[in-house]
């Protein structure tokens, strides 16, 4: 089974302090992704990276940067945080699109920046 | 602009009885089409998907369609138990973008 593990299931922040968010999978996967679920908004994607060091933006990339040095382990970066980033926020992985193989999720972590 | 949507935000059905949940789309290029569902505090997990040579895909309990020429998919859960009660995303793709655009969710509530 794959798994994706996220390090904080809660977190709690001021704002204007830098946050890491960590996230780590054991399959060897070369996509990894970063979300964040909003109620009535869905699923909508930060950043996504296909290899090592390759990062490219997704739908909302305002606030925050990402890092991949290793291949299992893609964190998420809130250079500043502000009260609009509290949210839930979801890391996930999977293989090439070309083998048609669904992105799997961590359990999330929830993050309240006060 | 939403190109995954889903107009029902709540779903609430019998147990025993079917679920019928529904997606649409606006993007002609989607060609990969996915379920998760979605328990509180946890992530989503994939139930089901169907690629777009397919109109039909099932597994046990759950059946996907897929209307191409509305732009619309739908997922049936026959029967219904309470264990199903979450928030169902439909979620839709590209070949070879490695990217999914998720609509908006359902919540289904299943009641004995």
């Known amino acids: 089974d794959v798994k994706v593990t996220q390090s904080s299931r809660y977190l709690v922040k001021r704002t204007g302090e830098k946050v890491f968010l960590e996230c780590v999978q054991d399959?060897?996967?070369?996509?990894m992704f970063w979300y964040r679920q909003d109620p009535g908004l869905g699923l909508r994607l930060i950043y996504f990276s296909y290899d090592v060091k390759m990062k490219e933006k997704g739908d909302i990339p305002e606030g925050y940067s990402v890092s991949r040095e290793k291949k299992e382990r893609f964190s998420l970066i809130l250079e500043s945080a502000s009260t609009n980033q509290t949210s839930m926020y979801l890391c996930a992985s999977s293989p090439p699109t070309d083998t048609y193989q669904p992105q799997h999720f961590g359990d999330g972590t929830r993050l309240s920046i006060l | 602009d939403q190109q995954v949507k889903q107009n029902s935000p709540s779903l609430s059905v019998q147990e025993g009885r079917i679920s019928i949940l529904n997606c649409d789309y606006t993007?002609?290029?989607?060609?990969?089409f996915l379920w998760y569902k979605k328990y509180p505090a946890e992530g989503p997990t994939f139930l089901i998907s169907?690629?777009?040579?397919?109109d039909k895909n099932e597994d046990g309990r759950f059946t996907v369609f897929l209307n191409k020429s509305a732009k619309h998919l739908s997922l049936h859960i026959v029967p219904s138990q309470p264990g199903d009660s979450a928030v169902y995303f439909c979620a839709a793709s590209i070949y070879n973008t490695d990217k999914l655009i998720f609509g908006t969710g359902t919540r289904l509530q299943v009641f004995p």
């Open positions: 993007n002609s290029m989607f060609d990969y």
């Open positions: 399959m060897d996967h070369e996509n």
């Open positions: 169907i690629s777009s040579i397919k």
